[in-house]
């Protein structure tokens, strides 16, 4: 989508950094950061994950303290110690994850965090005004423990906008958004910036966001401004380099890049989709029904069917019962009806390592969770699954164990001390690099892997994205699990879409229309029946 510039900037910056420092300990998450935003203008801050954009962001809405440098509002030098002391110097942020309470109603959400008295009835009329202006439809009666995720980012912009900031910061918006969803968030942007002259910040790892948004651009690595260009005058190519510190190919980090469109233009030219396969499926999901936790049904009568040497991408937004399939599959949870089949035999699910046993392997989507044992070594780490491998007579071998990790340590090219290295001093790719060389190691018939590339930077999401192919190549059925439109359109053969526990449509994917698929991860199921007559 393209926008053009909004009104023209203020000589006085809304927004200054000027030398702002923060440490977490030995971490540094901003150094000597300098950075402008003026009114009338969207400011992209981009970055790979860790590059510090989120954390410069809480210092500015008073989530974090600065250890050192000036924060400058309408060129005054200015010290915000939490949100509300934000707000009243005009500042607003919608957060990457939503601070909303489920069991309230809409305006009841909008209204937390006032002070002194409350008057319901204007609480629900500035949302209905609101709602209207900027096009964000929202019923303020409704639950938001009954709203998808889309309205639910709706409900964190209203309590945003509603206290009319002159200066609002967007963290990642999209991560929950279907892609016409996005692009309406977008609109919202522009008109706010075009007709009311606010200052917009929008934090993004995703170069296409970054670019068809945005007026300027400020890229972040390691904690610090490594570059600064006006939007039309960049490239993709340019703002990847600047990311990651050096040339990449954008057809194996599209995905990590945020490159829908290169990557639909580029599909069938390499790694085709296959259309048939022989035999039975190696992995099988009939009539699935998984509770949550509030006992609703977070799968509900799920049906699918994996082949071995096909990687089947799930799409959807956050919530509509991955983590529930994940935990399903990982022998976590237990189903409530349906059933799971591995290899033509049924497993029994709830049953604990009964789906190892049958041969499935999981990337979990977080690996600190439920993937690995951060206190324990390397060597450890690659035989919790599977202890026996390196044990005799019930007891571990310690110079058996030793040997055998140090050949996956170097299968797996993972950059480690050595094998007794404690699994916390490696870093996230390479802790998920133990993840996947104990996975694949134990020679699986199904790969579920759940967000594999969550949290990590280019290079590591490269290593991981070849291994899947890896593994497909093998002959092994894998389960891509990710919120990530663009990994899903880079690695899957074939895609479902997972909506409310549901499969509500599937497609090759040479055969991707992006529009279709986003309607579909939005629900609007009725829409395309009624459009296809």
């Not at 910056?13 to 440490?23: C, M, T």
């Not at 296409?208 to 890229?219: F, H, M, Y």
């Amino acid at each position: 989508m393209s926008l053009t510039a909004g009104t023209a900037e203020s000589a006085v910056p809304a927004v200054e950094f000027r030398g702002v420092n923060k440490r977490f300990g030995a971490i540094v998450a901003c150094d000597d950061v300098d950075l402008v935003l003026h009114r009338g203008r969207i400011h992209g801050i981009l970055g790979e994950n860790g590059a510090g954009k989120s954390t410069l962001m809480k210092v500015l809405i008073g989530l974090v303290p600065r250890d050192s440098g000036t924060l400058f509002v309408d060129g005054i030098p200015v010290v915000i110690s939490d949100p509300l002391d934000a707000a009243r110097y005009g500042i607003g942020m919608v957060h990457q994850h939503f601070s909303l309470v489920e069991p309230l109603t809409v305006w009841e959400n909008v209204m937390l965090g006032d002070e002194g008295r409350f008057d319901p009835l204007e609480i629900r009329r500035r949302i209905g005004e609101i709602s209207e202006r900027y096009g964000l439809g929202i019923e303020s009666e409704a639950v938001v423990a009954d709203l998808p995720v889309g309205l639910r980012q709706r409900v964190e912009i209203i309590k945003c906008l509603r206290r009319d900031p002159d200066i609002i910061i967007f963290d990642e918006p999209t991560s929950v958004l279907t892609p016409a969803e996005s692009e309406q968030l977008f609109d919202v942007l522009r008109q706010a910036v075009q007709e009311e002259n606010r200052a917009v910040a929008l934090v993004s790892h995703k170069l296409n966001e970054v670019l068809g948004a945005t007026d300027e651009i400020t890229i972040m690595r390691s904690g610090r401004v490594v570059d600064r260009v006006e939007t039309r005058e960049a490239d993709a190519p340019g703002l990847a380099r600047s990311m990651v510190g050096r040339e990449v190919s954008l057809r194996s980090s599209g995905a990590a890049l945020g490159l829908v469109v290169k990557l639909i233009d580029k599909t069938g030219v390499e790694d085709a989709a296959v259309s048939e396969y022989e035999g039975n499926p190696v992995l099988t999901l009939t009539d699935l029904v998984v509770h949550s936790n509030d006992r609703k049904n977070a799968l509900d009568t799920l049906s699918l069917d994996v082949h071995a040497g096909e990687i089947v991408g799930v799409a959807g937004v956050e919530g509509n019962g991955q983590e529930e399939l994940t935990a399903l599959m990982s022998s976590l949870v237990e189903a409530v009806s349906g059933s799971v089949s591995v290899d033509g035999r049924v497993v029994e699910t709830g049953v604990a390592g009964s789906m190892a046993r049958a041969g499935v392997a999981v990337v979990p989507a977080d690996r600190h969770d439920s993937g690995v044992v951060l206190n324990l070594t390397v060597a450890e780490n690659l035989f919790l699954v599977e202890p026996e491998k390196v044990s005799r007579r019930g007891l571990w071998d310690s110079g058996l164990m030793t040997r055998r990790a140090s050949e996956l340590i170097s299968e797996f090219e993972i950059q480690a001390a050595g094998p007794d290295a404690p699994l916390w001093s490696l870093s996230g790719g390479n802790q998920q690099r133990v993840v996947l060389a104990r996975e694949l190691s134990n020679n699986p018939k199904v790969l579920i892997a759940s967000q594999p590339t969550r949290g990590l930077d280019v290079g590591a999401i490269e290593y991981i994205s070849n291994r899947l192919r890896g593994a497909r190549r093998d002959g092994v059925g894998v389960l891509l699990i990710s919120n990530e439109l663009e990994e899903i359109l880079d690695l899957a053969d074939r895609i479902v879409v997972l909506f409310r526990g549901k499969i509500v449509g599937e497609m090759l994917r040479s055969d991707v229309d992006l529009e279709h698929l986003g309607m579909l991860m939005g629900g609007a199921i009725d829409d395309l029946v009624e459009n296809s007559y």
